[in-house]
């Protein structure tokens, strides 16, 4: 995987135990910034991305999957700055 991918899995604890929810990996070196990082699937906010505890990649989570389609652009915003664009989606089964 080179690009942003979209898989399924199931939460293992808290409220939401034993519903599926929808992550989307975007790989990558991201440095620490001031603001929270927005990730947008075809223009629509999905999550906020958060770091991976190994530093290569940002994830956000949804429950709602109605904007993850293949080749869907990918982008991240970090506050009001202008959005950067990810790549294209691919969903992985």
């Known amino acids: ?22 992550r989307v990996r975007i790989p990558g070196r991201f440095p620490p910034r001031d603001a929270r990082a927005v990730v947008s699937v075809g223009g629509r906010a999905i999550g906020v991305g958060v770091e991976t505890p190994e530093g290569d990649a940002l994830v956000a989570a949804t429950f709602d999957a109605s904007a993850l389609v293949a080749g869907a652009p990918v982008t991240i915003r970090w506050g009001d700055a202008p959005a950067v664009d990810a790549g294209a989606l691919e969903v992985l089964r």
Do not use: C, K
Request: hydrophobic share 50%.
């Open 1 to 22: 995987m080179t690009g942003p991918a979209a898989d399924v899995v199931r939460v293992r604890r808290g409220a939401a135990a034993g519903r599926l929810v929808h």
